[in-house]
């Protein structure tokens, strides 16, 4: 067998920033801008308060910042709570094909260790491109047919864990053999439950996959040895989460075909599976004689992993909305838009919310692919309205631009941020490759939290 763990390690150590093609060299970037933003609109949500309260005590040395909270923690506190900020509204950004939300724990464990040592932007953006490009790659042994992962697996919590290694691994600077003992000590640390959905602990998957891939390359680093085939071993990751796993399509056109391009980046806080239903809804709303009030069931026909992932009907709050498609779906055909307003506490209780919920029927069909879905209204006259959507906004056969990015990152920025300082803070992060000091832009961030005087008493 391929020794999948040392190619991949191999290609990790060798790879510089001008090897990257520009639009590789782009994606880096819109994945950090991404992340900002996301960061920016989760402060507030509850998740990493909690966390931090909890944990604080129990950190070392004051090294990177905890944006958001004033305060400075270990590295491995500050990438952990950095990372659930980003993922707590679901807006991270998402592989289609594995599931992964690549950047949550890649760019928390970069920018926390780039506060504790000098990183130059370029270097950080070479690492969140190799932490992204390799953990869906290693996410892809896992999925590629004929392999098949449990349902309940996290990939963020699987892959990503991996991922926030090599890119960690990439600044240390590890030599091949250092490199090799990263991504094993990695997937020796792997964990993460989709059960956890709907809950504080859907956000600990990618806080976890921070701290632990930051640990991982940190042991590497000391020397801490471990099985050089932890990847394709006999009893290794591949064949632990997964049947009929498919190892070498980890290294297939490695250097050449770049898993990055296929990275997403979601228009609306849920999960991206439903976002599908979300489109047809809002194209449906802005058709004329729309009237909410008029329909009498609502018919949607998804891809089964749509019912496994988020079918709830029930959902009760904030969190289990998030994750609810027949939520999202009534949400849009309430406000005719979905934002984070649309996810929070007051929506998921409007009366005119929950009523188009209760009408809501899914239609499990194999020939639907994930980014796609037709959703028909059956109103009270007696007629129908339908909307197929086979490629929904933020997926690869129709991806968000970068005024669109821009305007994502810049709804959530205005939730603390001023306005010079929004767009300053959005010339920071497109420019950043030739920022000599990437760890920089944490402590800038917090501060610009402050002047903003928008924070929630945490």
């Keep these: 067998m391929t020794q999948i763990t040392r190619a991949l390690a191999r290609f990790a150590v060798d790879c510089r920033y001008e090897d990257l093609p520009a639009a ?18 989760g402060l507030d949500e509850g998740t990493a308060a909690c966390a931090l309260s909890t944990l604080a ?3 070392g040395p004051a ?20 990372s659930i900020s980003s993922a707590v509204h679901s807006f991270n950004d998402t592989h289609f094909q594995t599931v992964a939300h690549p950047t949550s724990p890649v760019a928390a464990a970069v920018l926390a260790f780039a506060e504790h040592r000098p990183v130059s932007g370029k270097d950080a953006i070479l690492a969140i491109v190799l932490g992204d490009e390799l953990q869906c790659r290693i996410g892809m042994m896992l999925v590629e047919p004929p392999a098949e992962c449990g349902v309940g697996l996290s990939m963020q919590g699987l892959a990503g864990t991996i991922g926030a290694a090599i890119a960690v691994g990439k600044l240390i600077g590890l030599n091949e053999e250092a490199m090799v003992r990263c991504i094993g000590i990695a997937a020796n640390s792997v964990c993460g439950l989709r059960e956890a959905h709907a809950s504080m602990g859907s956000a600990f998957t990618p806080g976890n996959a921070a701290r632990a891939g930051m640990m ?5 680093e000391g020397g801490y040895n471990i099985s050089p085939a932890m990847l394709e071993g006999v009893k290794g990751f591949a064949v632990s989460y997964a049947s009929n796993p498919v190892p070498e399509v980890a290294v297939r056109e490695l250097g050449k ?17 439903i976002h599908p239903a979300v489109d047809a809804a ?33 959902a009760a709050n904030r969190r289990q909305a998030s994750v609810s498609v027949q939520h999202w779906v009534a949400a849009a055909l309430t406000y005719r838009r979905a934002g984070l307003q649309e996810g929070s506490e007051a929506a ?29 209204l059956h109103l009270r006259d007696g007629s129908t309205r339908s909307k197929l959507v086979t490629d929904c906004r933020g997926s690869i056969g129709r991806p968000m631009t970068d005024d669109e990015l821009v305007e994502k990152y810049t709804a959530q920025a205005e939730l603390l941020l001023t306005p010079a300082d929004i767009a300053a803070l959005q010339e920071r992060c497109r420019t950043i490759v030739d920022a000599p000091s990437f760890g920089d832009i944490a402590g800038w961030m917090d ?6 005087g928008k924070r929630q008493a945490a």
Excluded at 257 to 273: D, M, Q, R, T
Excluded at 283 to 297: M, N
Aim: with cysteine; charged share 20%.
């Design 24 to 41: 590789v060299q782009a994606e880096g970037r819109r994945a950090f801008l991404n992340w900002v933003g996301c960061v920016l609109g």
């Design 57 to 59: 005590p129990f950190s």
């Design 348 to 376: 998921v209780q409007n009366p005119d919310v929950l009523a188009l919920r209760a009408r809501i029927s899914l239609v499990p069909n194999d020939s639907i692919a994930r980014e796609a879905c037709e959703l028909t």
């Design 63 to 82: 090294q990177a910042t905890v944006i958001g909270f004033g305060r400075r923690a270990d590295i491995m506190l500050a990438s952990f709570i950095n």
């Design 216 to 220: 991982a390359a940190l042991l590497a």
């Design 447 to 452: 501060a610009a939290i402050t002047r903003g």
């Design 257 to 273: 075909h770049w898993e990055i391009l296929a990275n997403a980046y979601k228009p609306y806080p849920s999960g991206f599976v």
């Design 282 to 314: 809002l194209d449906l709303t802005r058709a004329a004689g729309y009237d909410a009030a008029a329909i009498e069931k609502i018919v949607i026909a998804v891809n089964p992993l749509t019912i496994a992932l988020c079918d709830r009907p029930h």
